[in-house]
């Protein structure tokens, strides 16, 4: 109904797992979203020929481990700490708008 109402026909596909080596497979590029990130979101930019996983760790981060297991780019939000589903939304945000911009 989200889709209908939006008039947006493109269904997200969302994974949950722990099994971190599912992002070794080189066939996505895994983006790691976290608070300490290196890059900031706005010097990102998406391929559209590209498949991308974004990685949303709990409120207190993802472990070195699990970084390291994962092996990706950080990006930083903003300075500030989110609760998981606000870091969504902006992320979900800043594509939509980012995408707009090279199709005009």
């Known amino acids: 109904s989200a889709m209908k109402q939006s ?6 596909s969302i994974s949950i797992s722990k099994d971190l080596k599912i992002f070794q497979n ?4 895994p983006l ?12 990102l930019v998406f391929e559209q020929n590209k498949k ?8 207190g981060g993802l472990t070195s481990e699990e ?3 994962i092996s990706s780019k950080k990006i930083k939000l903003t300075q500030n700490r989110l609760r998981s589903e606000t870091a969504i939304i902006s992320v979900a945000s800043f594509i939509a708008l980012s995408s707009t911009k090279h199709t005009v």
């Open 67 to 69: 970084i390291f297991l």
């Open 52 to 59: 991308y996983i974004l990685i949303f760790g709990p409120e």
């Open 32 to 43: 790691i979203f976290d608070q300490f990130g290196d890059e900031n979101i706005p010097d």
């Open 7 to 12: 008039l947006n026909p493109f269904l997200s």
């Open 26 to 29: 080189g066939e996505n590029i």
